[in-house]
Nanobody, 121 residues
């Protein structure tokens, strides 16, 4: 059974930075695409950043240039470096693991419990 341990969320001032970490166990991490999604109150869950098994990354339009995702296949860990956090970024951020090559627009695979990110102006 796949398990997720997410960490790194919290409260930061606008313009500040946070780094999210997701350790995934119980799966062949290196064979799966992994991603961060977020969901704000009253809004749909949306892609923040995804990274394929080959290292190719995809970012949501609103975070491109500010956020960076990476993966460590040895440690089975996914990271999200978030810089220049803005008032539109607060949400619950979810770690996701899925079979390779599924479109990021599809909410597929397994999900972590989420970690809250808050931004004060």
């Amino acid at each position: 059974q796949i398990q997720f341990v997410e960490s790194g969320g919290g409260l930061v001032q606008a313009g500040g930075s946070l780094r999210l970490t997701c350790v995934i166990s119980g799966s062949m991490f290196r064979n799966n695409d992994v991603a961060w999604y977020r969901q704000a109150p009253g809004k749909q869950r949306e892609l923040v950043a995804g990274i394929r098994t080959n290292g190719h990354t995809t970012y949501g339009d609103s975070v491109r240039g500010r956020f960076t995702t990476s993966r460590d296949n040895v440690a089975s860990t996914l990271y999200l470096q978030m810089n220049n956090l803005q008032p539109e970024d607060p949400a619950i951020y979810y770690c996701n693991s899925r079979p390779a090559r599924i479109q990021w627009s599809l909410l597929s695979g397994s999900w972590g419990p989420g970690t809250q990110v808050s931004v004060s102006s």
